[in-house]
Each structure stands twice: as C-alpha cells, then as structure tokens.
C-alpha cells in the first residue's frame, strides 16, 4: 500500500508559479506511474498529467501543457508538479495519485491510491 501526501498549494497571482510536491510512503514508489488531477467547485475531476515509473515518460493534459511540468525524484519518493503562467481556471485542489502498471492512464478511476489533495488558487 502506498500512502501519498501533497504540499506546495496556496494563493499566487495570475502568471506566478507554485511547485506541488507528493511525497509516497514506502520502499517500492518507483513501481508505480504517477499522476496529477484537479477538481475546481463544482466540476469534475480532471486528468492534469502523469509520469512513467522511470520518469523517463511524461504526458500532459492539453489545457496544461507548455506551462505544467511533471517530474519525479525516486530516490526522494517524490512526485512533482511544477506549474508555471498559472491562470484563474487553474485554482481547483490538486492530488496526486499512483497506479500499478506501466500504461500511461488519464482515467482517475484506473489509479489505485490518491492523496488528501491541496488547495491552488489563481487570483486575477
């Protein structure tokens, strides 16, 4: 079982930038491919990227690319969520999770473990 904490949200301006980390507990975090999701009120949950096991894949949503940067450190047990030109549609809380396997996944329903999520909002 893994246990995933984020950190890192908080309040920052339209084009600032915030870097999310996850922290995993236990010794096998580099079997599993690691995500990023989003909920703003009243929305679903959105796929926002993810990272292959080695970190040597990543896939980003659309709405995110060229300004999110996923990466993973797993010597640190660690999956980061660097967010650059951030946007006031960008505020939703964001949580990490971690699924077994190697198929990159975009569907949350896929990923078995998911963090308590953290706050990130964009001011305009």
């Known amino acids: 079982q893994v246990q995933l904490v984020e950190s890192g949200g908080g309040l920052v301006q339209a084009g600032g930038s915030l870097r999310l980390s996850c922290a995993a507990s236990?010794?096998?975090?580099?079997?599993?491919?690691m995500g990023w999701f989003r909920q703003a009120p009243g929305k679903e949950r959105e796929f926002v990227a993810c990272?292959?096991?080695?970190?040597?894949?990543?896939y980003h949503a659309a709405s995110v690319k060229g300004r999110f940067t996923i990466s993973r450190d797993n010597a640190k047990n660690t999956v980061y969520l660097q967010m650059n030109s951030l946007k006031p549609e960008d505020t939703a809380v964001y949580y990490c999770?971690?699924?077994?396997?190697?198929?990159?996944?975009?569907?949350?329903?896929?990923?078995?473990?998911w963090g308590q999520g953290t706050q990130v909002t964009v001011s305009s």
């Open positions: 990272i292959s096991r080695s970190g040597g894949s990543t």
């Open positions: 999770a971690a699924r077994q396997g190697t198929t990159v996944q975009t569907m949350g329903s896929l990923y078995d473990y």
């Open positions: 236990g010794r096998t975090f580099s079997r599993y491919l």
